[in-house]
C-alpha cells in the first residue's frame, strides 16, 4: 500500500499559479503511475492530469491542457502539479492517487491510492 500526502493548495487570484506536491511512502512508488483528480463543490470527482511510472508520457483533461504541468522525481517518491493560469473554475480539492499500473488513461479504478486531498480555491 503507497501512502499518499498532498501540500501546496491555498487561495490565489485568477491568473495566479500553484504547485502542488503529492508525497508517497513506500518503495513501489516510482513502479506505479501517479494521478491528480479534483472534486469541486456539487460536482463529480474529474481527472487532471496522469504521468507514468518512468514520467515519459503525461495526459491531460481537456480544461487544464496548456496551463497545467504534472512531473515526478522518484528519487524523492513525490509527484508535483504545477498550475498556471488559474481560473476561478479550477476552485476545487485536488488529490493526487497511485496506480499498479506503469501507465494508465483517466480511469479512477485504475487508481489502488489515494490522498486526503488540498483544497485550491481561486478568486475572481
Known amino acids: 500500500q503507497v501512502q499518499l500526502v498532498e501540500s501546496g493548495g491555498g487561495l490565489v487570484q485568477a491568473g495566479g499559479s500553484l504547485r502542488l506536491s503529492c508525497a508517497a511512502s513506500?518503495?513501489?512508488?516510482?513502479?506505479?503511475?501517479m494521478g491528480w483528480f479534483r472534486r469541486a463543490p456539487g460536482k463529480e470527482r474529474e481527472f487532471v492530469a496522469t504521468?507514468?511510472?518512468?514520467?515519459?508520457?503525461?495526459s491531460y483533461a481537456d480544461s487544464v491542457k496548456g496551463r497545467f504541468t504534472i512531473s515526478r522525481d522518484n528519487a524523492k517518491n513525490t509527484v508535483y502539479l504545477q498550475m498556471n493560469s488559474l481560473k476561478p473554475e479550477d476552485t476545487a480539492v485536488y488529490y493526487c492517487?497511485?496506480?499498479?499500473?506503469?501507465?494508465?488513461?483517466?480511469?479512477?479504478?485504475?487508481?489502488?491510492?489515494w490522498g486526503q486531498g488540498t483544497q485550491v480555491t481561486v478568486s475572481s
Open positions: 504521468i507514468s511510472r518512468s514520467g515519459g508520457i503525461t
Open positions: 513506500g518503495r513501489t512508488f516510482s513502479s506505479g503511475a
Open positions: 492517487a497511485f496506480s499498479f499500473f506503469g501507465y494508465t488513461d483517466s480511469s479512477p479504478q485504475r487508481f489502488g491510492s
